[in-house]
């Protein structure tokens, strides 16, 4: 981020007011999913670590977010959305930073495989790929 968008960039978490500019803000980058209820993705995290729902803020508007979790093994990114240069990096760092302070140590993010651009995007933020395979089973349904 350059220092004049450092410096009119906030980053924060995420307040009730910010909630319909987050979804507009995932929707527009491709974030959201059709069995995903992003109001109940929201309304989870803020009930176990409302301060790793993080928003990044330029002029009153929220131009970027990032959803941190910690589970006492590792660390996991979701939702990283930007619609600023750098605030995408500002958010991913700050997220890194609170997880460090939680005694995190290791953060892990799960990308699309066919977004080979995101991809390109965490290498340049120094995060490896690794050779797992995500599993994942429904537990309560959001539809």
Do not use: Q
Request: net charge negative.
């Amino acid at each position: 981020m350059t220092s004049d968008a450092a410096a009119t960039t906030a980053i924060r978490p995420l307040v009730d007011a910010d909630v319909d500019a987050v979804f507009a803000l995932w929707h527009a980058v491709g974030l959201t999913r059709p069995w995903n209820d992003p109001h109940e993705d929201i309304r989870r995290a803020r009930a176990v670590s409302p301060e790793l729902l993080l928003v990044a803020e330029h002029d009153g508007a929220v131009v970027g977010t990032v959803m941190a979790g910690y589970d006492g093994h590792r660390g996991w990114l979701h939702y990283v959305a930007s619609a600023r240069p750098g605030a995408g990096r500002a958010l991913v760092a700050e997220a890194e930073r609170r997880l460090v302070a939680l005694g995190c140590p290791k953060v892990m993010l799960m990308v699309r495989s066919d977004n080979a651009g995101v991809l390109g995007y965490y290498d340049s933020l120094g995060y490896d790929r690794d050779a797992v395979l995500v599993a994942g089973k429904r537990l309560i349904p959001d539809a």
